[in-house]
């Protein structure tokens, strides 16, 4: 069976920003032997409208097709939330795409035997504080290293569940969320609380409490 790798690369080969003008070449390989599949010229520009980024990465999947790995040296906001949503395989990584293609075969090969493993019992949920308003902190989970990603504790309440806010206590903002944000029915204010330490509060658009 053939496997497709897409890597987002700049004039001099390397693998670059997909804010930054650039190409997606994707890689196949049959019988052990790595070649060019196809390539495509993209440029989702700086100051574009999201609608206009939104449809820009709709092109972009269209071309990567079957291909369901995506690498480049910085992928967030809209286009990490797009390929994300087209169920990619994103990887960051910097330099020439033929230096590590057996790599991320690797890669993916491991995260499949782990994602195959028995289902480890549910991530922590956000507290509710009070009606409607609840508050969880990322940055205690981590540092207790219980073995969830803040995907897996927040996306499914984000999604899911019915709420007025939500505070959530973190070193960073994740990349996913951000795209989250920008593209679905919500909103957030984010305070810095100390150092390295930052009080994100999500509320749904348009939400009145009652």
């Given at each position: 069976?053939?496997?497709e790798?897409?890597?987002?690369?700049?004039?001099?080969?390397q693998t670059?920003?997909?804010?930054?003008?650039?190409?997606?070449v994707?890689?196949?390989?049959?019988?052990?032997?790595?070649?060019?599949a196809?390539?495509?010229?993209?440029d989702?520009?700086?100051?574009?409208?999201?609608?206009?980024?939104?449809?820009?990465m709709q092109?972009?999947i269209?071309?990567?097709?079957?291909?369901?790995?995506m690498?480049g040296?910085?992928?967030?906001?809209?286009?990490?939330?797009?390929?994300?949503k087209?169920?990619?395989n994103?990887?960051e990584?910097?330099?020439?795409?033929?230096?590590?293609?057996?790599y991320?075969?690797?890669?993916?090969?491991?995260?499949?035997?782990?994602?195959?493993?028995?289902?480890?019992?549910?991530?922590?949920?956000?507290?509710?504080?009070?009606?409607?308003?609840?508050?969880i902190?990322l940055?205690?989970?981590q540092?207790?290293?219980?073995g969830?990603?803040?995907?897996?504790?927040?996306?499914?309440?984000?999604?899911?569940?019915?709420?007025?806010?939500?505070?959530?206590?973190?070193?960073?903002?994740?990349?996913?969320?951000?795209g989250?944000?920008?593209v679905?029915?919500?909103?957030?204010?984010?305070?810095?609380?100390?150092?390295?330490?930052?009080?994100?509060?999500?509320?749904?658009?348009?939400c009145q409490?009652?």
């Amino acid at each position: 069976m053939s496997k497709e790798i897409a890597f987002y690369v700049g004039e001099d080969g390397q693998t670059t920003s997909l804010y930054e003008q650039g190409k997606v070449v994707v890689y196949q390989r049959n019988q052990g032997s790595w070649s060019i599949a196809r390539e495509k010229e993209f440029d989702l520009g700086k100051t574009f409208s999201i609608k206009v980024l939104r449809d820009n990465m709709q092109v972009m999947i269209d071309f990567l097709g079957s291909c369901k790995t995506m690498v480049g040296r910085s992928i967030s906001g809209i286009p990490y939330y797009a390929l994300e949503k087209a169920r990619c395989n994103i990887w960051e990584y910097e330099g020439n795409p033929t230096d590590f293609l057996d790599y991320f075969v690797s890669r993916e090969a491991k995260t499949k035997e782990s994602t195959e493993q028995p289902k480890q019992a549910k991530p922590p949920a956000p507290v509710e504080i009070m009606k409607d308003c609840y508050r969880i902190s990322l940055k205690e989970i981590q540092e207790q290293n219980m073995g969830y990603t803040s995907k897996q504790v927040l996306l499914p309440f984000l999604r899911q569940e019915e709420f007025y806010s939500l505070e959530v206590i973190c070193n960073h903002i994740p990349p996913w969320l951000a795209g989250e944000l920008l593209v679905g029915d919500l909103e957030s204010t984010t305070e810095a609380i100390g150092s390295n330490e930052y009080k994100i509060t999500i509320r749904k658009k348009c939400c009145q409490q009652t």
